[in-house]
């Protein structure tokens, strides 16, 4: 008489599929941080347009502007009177000869026209506007 052997039901986990899903997994999130703009320290929302030009940013000089009226030069919070002293050649140790104004679209248009001018009589003729 023969007896069919019973089989022992396998409960175990294929690894080569799980190890190709962690893989997939990683790139994926080396590939999106890539991508996430590391040089905005601070949380501004720029107005938005249909067409522009990038600035080089080793060349120019970086003024944020948040809602709160709040203002960096290069990453360094300023006031508004001592821009002025900042931006001339000495101070930042490279001569720069533009700047790009990243004000917050909340931020009054009169303020950020100030700090324009500001920027021109410095002696900075190249001014741009940062949008989105």
Do not use: N, W
Request: charged share 30%; no cysteine; hydrophobic share 50%.
């Amino acid at each position: 008489m023969r007896f069919k052997r019973k089989t022992e039901d396998d409960y175990s986990l294929a690894m080569a599929p799980l190890i190709d899903v962690v893989f997939l997994l990683l790139i994926f999130f080396m590939v999106s941080t890539a991508f996430v703009d590391f040089t905005r320290r601070m949380d501004i929302e720029l107005p938005e347009t249909k067409g522009g030009a990038g600035a080089e940013r080793e060349k120019v000089f970086q003024i944020e502007i948040t809602k709160e009226k709040e203002m960096y030069l290069m990453g360094d919070l300023i006031d508004a009177e001592d821009l002025a002293d900042m931006l001339t050649e000495g101070s930042m140790g490279v001569a720069r000869r533009s700047a790009v104004v990243s004000a917050d679209r909340r931020v009054e248009y009169g303020f950020v026209v100030k700090i324009m001018g500001i920027v021109r009589e410095a002696g900075i003729s190249d001014i741009s506007v940062a949008v989105q």
